[in-house]
Structures are given as structure tokens and as C-alpha cells.
């Protein structure tokens, strides 16, 4: 993955770099990570579990916490900074949020140079070099996103500034929070396979995929976990447990079934489908049936508050007609005293 980002580099610069130039580039950029701990971690590889991650991000749990819960293969999976430190072994410690970096002094670390105009919309090509590199990374392997990279958040841009001036960040806790904040995106899923793999599970017969650089992020990195954009949500390509995944583009018998064209990716929405016709694994259908029954319970409490409500406005409109009367029977009273006491 490191190296599809230092290769496709050329593309987000709009023209070739020098080679000299990109070697001193990419010499800066790896003791920039060797110093934060990581560099080992970005230049590591590891097979994929597609139905695994998707049964991790079908299932996971709602959750104010740094812990990512899900239910995989019968057995209940946490996934914390902990444990993505001692899978990775990188750091877990200093600093977990960007809050006392100001985003003046980010761009200004970022741009390498302090006369820029701070109300000025940054791209990636108004950075240097090694910058533009390193937030390639951070976009497409630390945080993986299906936005435009030629625009960065300021998240980006905070932590690229904390890389290169050296600021130690809790890498493992920004992992698991991007997880949880952007469940619908099925982002590292090689992590997700590694981690698995790691916890002892029954994983000798699950299908698997040697992940090549160009499959691991965006549209690509979906469909090479088996997963198509259908009727507005991406969803599952089969339901068979453990049915082989076929290769994107190759065709299988007489239907001319062939890869479907690229879709857009704006954060839509994943779901698990029971498709009946088909059939599917006794956890997955469980697994399904239960989200539906907790969608369909959720959506019967919200016809009863609306229910609740709507009485609630009917009871206030008869209590103010009812003071209404009163106040219109009291002005009568006052007036009925005032004739009495100036008769005309």
C-alpha cells in the first residue's frame, strides 16, 4: 500500500517528478515515519478476509467508547487502541485529538513557509513534495476516505503537521475512532483481516484474497471484498457463506454477468441483505433478521411519539379554548360591574 501511494504520486502532482528529487523526497518521508513508529506498519502487507470485514462492519455496535464491538464467526470481537498496538506494534500513547494545534500553525508547518493567506482554500497542490506524499498516505492508508484527496480535511493537514515537526500521536486510538465514525465505508480492511487473524479464530476455511496495492482503497477496495453498489446501498454480492470471490471483470457461464460499471461512493450506505432465494449462513440470516426486527421496532416507537404528541397538541388547544372561555367570562363580569357603577 505504501508503495501504490509513492507511485500514483505522479498523477496528484499533475507531472513527473525528478528522480533524484523523489528519492530525497521519499527518504524524508520514511524518517519522518520511523520517528512516529510507523514505518514499519505502512510497508507490511497481509491477506484479506472480505466476509469477515463485512460481517465486523454489519454487525458493529453503537458505541460512545474508543472500542469497536462487533459478532463475527459466533464469538463476540473488540477491537481497542490496545490491541492495534500490540497487533502492529506501534506506540499508544500521547496525544488523541488536534485541539491544541491551531490550523494557522498546521498549514504553516504544511506549506513550509508562513506568508500564505490563511482564509485561502488549501489543495494538494499547494504543497511541497514530501507534504503532498505524506498526506496521500494518510488519506488513502492511515485514514482511508471515498472524498476527493485534492482537498484535505483539516484533520489531515494537523496530523501531516504533526508528523513532520515531530509531535507523537496515538495512532491506534485515531484508527479506532475513524472506524467508528465512518462505519459505511468498510475502510482497512487488511487491518480488520490482521487483527482476526490474530484472535485465533476458525479462519482455515474462509476464503481469502492477497491484497494487490491498487484493490485496497475506494470503489476498488468494495468490490474486492465482494460488495456492489444495488438500489442505493452497497450490499453484499452473494449470500452463501463461503462462496469464492471472483476476480472483477472475468465472466462466469452463459449469463454474461460482467463487473458492473464504477458507481458513486458518496458515503452511502452498507447493509447487510437476506436474500432468500439464494439462501444464506445461519449467523448472517440472524444477524440480518435481528437488524430488521430492532429497524422495525425502532420505527413502531416512532409512530408512537408522534401518536403521543399530536394528543398531547390536541389536549393543549382544548385547555387554551377552556381558558379562553374563562377570560372571555371574567371580561363580561368586569364589564357588568362597570355598567352597574356608571350607569349611563
Same mark, same amino acid.
Not at 485561502?120 to 513534495?129: D, F, K, N, V
Not at 452497497?234 to 449470500?239: L, M
Given at each position: 500500500m505504501y508503495n501504490f501511494v509513492l507511485n500514483s504520486v505522479k498523477f496528484h502532482n499533475?507531472? %513527473?517528478?525528478?528522480? !533524484?528529487?523523489?528519492?530525497? *523526497?521519499?527518504?524524508?518521508?520514511?524518517?519522518?515515519?520511523? *520517528?512516529?513508529?510507523?514505518?514499519?506498519?505502512?510497508?507490511?502487507?497481509?491477506?484479506?478476509?472480505? &466476509?469477515?470485514?463485512?460481517? @465486523?462492519?454489519? *454487525?458493529? #455496535?453503537?458505541?460512545?467508547?474508543?472500542? $469497536?464491538?462487533? @459478532?463475527?464467526?459466533?464469538?463476540?470481537?473488540?477491537?481497542?487502541p490496545k490491541t492495534i498496538a500490540e497487533v502492529l506494534g506501534i506506540p499508544c500513547s500521547d496525544i488523541t485529538h488536534f485541539n491544541d494545534i491551531g490550523k494557522s500553525?498546521?498549514?504553516?508547518?504544511?506549506?513550509? &513557509?508562513?506568508?500564505?493567506?490563511?482564509?485561502?482554500?488549501?489543495?494538494?497542490?499547494?504543497?511541497?513534495?514530501?507534504? &503532498?506524499?505524506?498526506?496521500?498516505?494518510?488519506?488513502?492508508?492511515? @485514514?482511508?476516505r471515498e472524498e476527493s484527496h485534492t482537498l484535505p480535511f483539516e484533520r489531515d493537514l494537523k496530523l501531516v503537521a504533526c508528523i513532520k515537526n515531530g509531535t507523537l500521536v496515538n495512532l491506534p486510538y485515531l484508527i479506532v475512532n475513524h472506524m467508528l465514525s465512518r462505519p459505511n465505508h468498510i475502510s482497512c480492511p487488511m487491518l480488520i483481516s490482521r487483527i482476526l487473524a490474530s484472535l485465533n479464530l476458525d479462519l482455515e476455511?474462509?476464503?481469502?484474497?492477497?491484497?494487490?496495492?491498487?484493490?485496497?482503497?475506494?470503489?476498488?477496495?468494495?468490490?474486492?471484498?465482494?460488495?456492489?453498489? #444495488?438500489?442505493?446501498?452497497?450490499?453484499?454480492?452473494? $449470500?452463501?457463506?463461503?462462496?469464492?470471490?471472483?476476480?472483477?471483470?472475468?465472466?462466469?457461464?452463459? !449469463?454474461?454477468?460482467?463487473?458492473?460499471?464504477?458507481?458513486?461512493?458518496?458515503?452511502?450506505?452498507?447493509?447487510?441483505? %437476506?436474500?432468500?432465494? &439464494?439462501?444464506?449462513?445461519?449467523?448472517?440470516?440472524? $444477524?440480518? %433478521?435481528e437488524s430488521l426486527q430492532a429497524r422495525m421496532d425502532l420505527a413502531q416507537a416512532n409512530i408512537d411519539y408522534v401518536r403521543g404528541r399530536v394528543d398531547q397538541i390536541y389536549d393543549n388547544q382544548a385547555t387554551h379554548m377552556t381558558r379562553l372561555d374563562t377570560q372571555d367570562a371574567q371580561m363580561d363580569q368586569v364589564i357588568q360591574m362597570l355598567q352597574n357603577a356608571y350607569p349611563q
Open positions: 499533475e507531472k %513527473l517528478v525528478d528522480k !533524484d528529487i523523489f528519492v530525497s *523526497n521519499v527518504a524524508m518521508i520514511k524518517s519522518w515515519l520511523d *520517528n512516529m513508529g510507523w514505518l514499519d506498519y505502512l510497508c507490511s502487507s497481509h491477506i484479506i478476509y472480505p &466476509r469477515l470485514v463485512k460481517l @465486523f462492519y454489519a *454487525n458493529l #455496535e453503537k458505541t460512545t467508547t474508543c472500542i $469497536a464491538k462487533s @459478532f463475527i464467526l459466533n464469538n463476540h470481537v473488540e477491537i481497542t500553525e498546521a498549514l504553516g508547518i504544511c506549506l513550509e &513557509r508562513l506568508d500564505f493567506n490563511p482564509i485561502m482554500t488549501i489543495t494538494s497542490g499547494h504543497l511541497p513534495i514530501a507534504t &503532498r506524499i505524506l498526506l496521500l498516505i494518510v488519506t488513502n492508508t492511515l @485514514f482511508p476455511d474462509e476464503h481469502h484474497v492477497k491484497p494487490k496495492t491498487k484493490q485496497l482503497i475506494n470503489k476498488t477496495g468494495l468490490k474486492s471484498c465482494n460488495i456492489k453498489f #444495488e438500489y442505493g446501498l452497497w450490499v453484499k454480492q452473494q $449470500a452463501v457463506g463461503r462462496a469464492p470471490v471472483r476476480e472483477p471483470g472475468i465472466r462466469i457461464g452463459g !449469463d454474461g454477468d460482467v463487473e458492473e460499471e464504477e458507481e458513486e461512493d458518496d458515503g452511502q450506505q452498507f447493509e447487510m441483505r %437476506l436474500n432468500v432465494a &439464494r439462501g444464506s449462513s445461519s449467523g448472517g440470516s440472524g $444477524a440480518t %433478521l
